[in-house]
């Protein structure tokens, strides 16, 4: 197995889908084949790449897909505009996925709600860190319910990003503040509760961060994501959709 340890999969996927084009185009020499031909021959290629360089296996399905679809979309004819725009969203709602693997996706106010339950006592004037805030759900829940602390979020994408800080600004939430930057970058000794949802790859590195920079006493929580080989110190299990859970460390 071809393993590329250093680039993010979407720049490896990105890099086969190349070579599978070249390799396609040389077996053109052999049989010619009409357009849609050629594109599913990329594909193909693309997919046993893919599967050869250990991509997961939702990668192969998108490899597969991704010449025919576009040769597809070619014959319908739609102005190129469309798909600019198209890109630009994704782009400022997405932003670096492709590198950190971490997307937009949004906790439920079932587990919001959950989170009430690991604020510090009443009157303590405690800080919490939403790390990835998303659209600033987490954080404008808890500053309606507990106005006694602070709340501060933490986003890399422009759209999500912009978003909650019009939420905070004109919803009144004065308890709270979001900052555009990355999360590898706040200090996370300044905090009581350190809330994270992001996905399974950087949950190892964090882990590291938390534990060099956190206070003692203070508590870390991830909803869903394991950090691996730690047993967390609490687990509540919310009955929600994606049924989430916390994961609570007190450090
Ligand atoms: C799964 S969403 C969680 C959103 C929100 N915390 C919630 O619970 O609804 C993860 C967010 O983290 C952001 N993100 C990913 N990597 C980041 C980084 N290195 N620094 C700051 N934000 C990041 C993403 O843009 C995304 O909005």
Redesign the pocket.
């Known amino acids: 197995m071809i393993r590329f340890p250093e680039l993010p999969p979407a720049v490896t996927a990105l890099l086969l889908q190349v070579t599978a084009v070249l390799l396609a185009a040389l077996s053109m020499r052999v049989a010619p084949l009409p357009p849609l031909g050629f594109a599913l021959l990329c594909g193909t290629y693309a997919a046993m790449l893919s599967h050869f360089a250990g991509q997961a296996r939702w990668w192969l399905y998108i490899q597969f897909l991704f010449v025919p679809a576009l040769v597809v979309m070619l014959a319908f004819d739609i102005p190129s505009e469309l798909f600019l725009a198209a890109f630009l969203v994704l782009l400022v709602v997405?932003?670096?996925?492709f590198r950190?693997q971490?997307?937009?996706?949004?906790?439920s106010n079932k587990?919001w709600r959950a989170l009430e339950d690991f604020l510090p006592q009443h009157g303590t004037g405690f800080r919490f860190v939403?790390?990835?805030?998303?659209?600033g759900?987490?954080l404008t829940h808890l500053s309606g319910v507990r106005p006694d602390g602070q709340y501060t979020?933490?986003?890399?994408?422009p759209l999500?990003f912009l978003w909650s800080w019009l939420r905070i600004r004109f919803g009144g939430h004065r308890q709270c503040a979001v900052h555009w930057?990355?999360?590898?970058d706040c200090d996370l000794s300044q905090y009581d509760v350190v809330?994270?949802?992001?996905?399974p790859v950087?949950m190892k590195r964090l882990w590291h961060k938390a534990r060099a920079e956190m206070r003692p006493g203070s508590v870390f929580i991830s909803?869903t994501f394991a950090v691996p080989e730690q047993s967390p110190h609490d687990t509540v299990q919310v009955d929600d959709l994606h049924r989430s859970t916390l994961l609570v460390w007190r450090m």
Request: proline fraction near 8%; avoid cysteine.
């Open positions: 997405y932003w670096s996925t950190t971490v997307p937009l996706y949004l906790s587990v939403d790390l990835g805030s998303g659209l759900g987490v979020g933490v986003e890399s994408a999500p930057g990355s999360l590898w809330f994270a949802y992001l996905s950087p909803s």
